[in-house]
């Protein structure tokens, strides 16, 4: 079973700013890396698929980057409305697994 | 619009069984591969159990494997998760979720999930 790992677990940060999350994978996965965003008592939406592939719908802040084991989720000019756990998730063979989650507090 | 409507969640004791239903309307359902996604209560995140559009490839979590096993109905549009000799740890909110495409793609609609409490 492939292993995510995601840095930080929780990040409080200032609207406006830059946030990066980060998540390694315990072996290759190509681009088989997807992030989620959930809000409290909502079910998961997906952000971006394919490791950097956009989402129609989502705003162009939320952008991702990296392949094989090593990722990247980027927000850019953080909003008050991006409180949320962050997740990766990889679907390289027959079992999917998800990142422990990066939670993100609005200042 | 895509719903997933899961059903069939409950309070149930230590190795007995229950089984999940999630009813799926507003999409072609049999173009899709389907997926099982559970949350224990202020969890992260677990990947069950999915199934390609014709059950000819399913996959389970080490966690679950033996224990549970996942079902389509195409005709009805309906996705099952038939979980036996419940453990206390599988108490969590269980969601479906439509995968984008084939098996190895990811998942997109998720349905608001049914809760399974596994206590004496």
């Not at chain 2, 494997?65 to 079902?71: D, V």
Request: hydrophobic share 30%; charged share 20%.
């Amino acid at each position: 079973e492939i292993v995510l790992t995601q840095s930080p677990d929780f990040q409080s940060v200032t609207p406006k700013e830059k946030v990066t999350i980060t998540c390694r994978a315990s072996q290759s996965i190509g681009s088989r890396l997807h992030w989620y965003q959930q809000k409290p008592d909502q079910s998961p939406k997906l952000l971006i698929k394919y490791a950097s592939q956009s989402i129609s719908g989502v705003p162009s802040r939320f952008s991702g980057s990296g392949s094989g084991t090593d990722f990247t989720l980027t927000i850019n000019s953080l909003e008050a409305e991006d409180a949320a756990t962050y997740y990766c998730h990889q679907s390289s063979g027959f079992q999917y697994t998800f990142g422990q989650g990066t939670k993100l507090e609005i200042k | 619009e895509v719903q997933l409507v899961e059903s069939g969640g409950g309070l149930v004791q230590p190795g007995r069984s229950l089984r999940l239903s999630c009813a799926a309307s507003g999409f072609t359902f049999d173009d899709y591969a389907m997926h099982w996604v559970r949350q224990a209560p202020g969890k992260g995140l677990e990947w069950v159990s999915g199934i390609t559009w014709n059950s000819d490839t399913i996959g389970y979590a080490d966690s679950v494997k033996g224990r549970f096993t996942i079902s389509r109905d195409n005709a009805k549009n309906s996705l099952y998760l038939q979980m036996n000799s419940l453990r206390a740890e599988d108490t969590a909110l269980y969601y479906c979720a439509k995968g984008t495409g084939d098996y190895g793609d990811p998942t997109d609609y998720w349905g608001q999930g049914t809760l399974v409490t596994v206590s004496s």
